[in-house]
């Protein structure tokens, strides 16, 4: 069965939030991936306990937390409290901490440390003991472990993800080129194992029949890759990009930030519009519904299991996405199930 997920930044009530989630469902959306990050938006441990109240089939998702600035003991106890509200459907999505951690100057976690956190986690889940100091101390009232993702880019962290997590959230798009080198990495992994592994592939998605007029959302988001040292990933859409100056003007960053229209402006410094149309059909679900379905069923065939959708937008729910993508293209993704 493939998976078609939706992110909620959750940027306004909790209860609002719920709402959207629960109207996800009703459209056939299999997963609310609700994203992390402590001074940009509500806790997100709060929102899925209210969402896991107002929804019935619909899993809930961390996208992603963090092992940082959250310890081991209260991720495993926050988690713990939305699964006993929506048994069965809750899922633990975790990474070495991005927007949570970097703005503080604090550094994310290592793998070793994320794999020991991970060890952690489950273990207090299940029921079991854990030393801390001379003590050992259990979680009262665990209900059992839940399903943990891994949100991974690069190949040492996708290789951890298939070696000791039930799935992996891909952050690289969708193009054959980069999904080819993700699953070989997760493979390794996984080390021929045929146990259940979820393969969600994240991707920026716009329903669209005007590529080069909305490609333009896209162009803070291809900046940030260059920042990051990704040129040789951007390289793979033919696109030749030198690390930016840092742009104070734009807050928090270029990824998040507050006035998307300011972002675009600033970007657009350095990401012309032929640019940002190569990003968003390389590495996007950006097109009319024929070029959607298509690339999805590539990637399918290329080893997906499912989709982590996310709208261009931090600060509002994907209403939009929700209806058009529901709309138009999740029946036709039923056939891949």
Known sequence: MIKVGVRFPPATRADQIAEEVRRAERYGFDVAWIADSQLLWRDVYAVMAVAATRTERIELATAVTNVVTRHPTVVASAINTVAELAPGRVILGVGSGDSSVKPMGIRPSKRAELR????????LQGGGEWEYG????????????????????GPRTLELAGEIADGVVTLAGISPETLDQTTKAVRKGLDGSDRPFEFTVGAFCKVTDDLERDAAVLKP????????GGQDFLRIAGIELAPPPHVPEVYPDMVHAEDWKLAIRHA??????????????TFCLFGTVDDIVERAKRAVELGATGFYLRHVGNYTLP????????????PRLRELR
Do not use: N, Y
């Open 221 to 228: 988001i291809c900046l940030h890759m260059a920042t990051i």
């Open 319 to 330: 209403s939009e996405l929700i209806e058009s993508f529901g709309d138009d293209v999740l």
């Open 116 to 123: 020991a956190a991970i060890e952690q986690i489950r273990a």
């Open 134 to 153: 001379e003590r050992r101390l259990r979680l009262r009232d665990a209900g059992g472990a839940v399903p943990v993702h891994i949100a991974a880019s």
């Open 268 to 281: 657009s410094k350095w990401v012309t519009d032929e640019m940002a149309v190569k990003f968003a059909r």
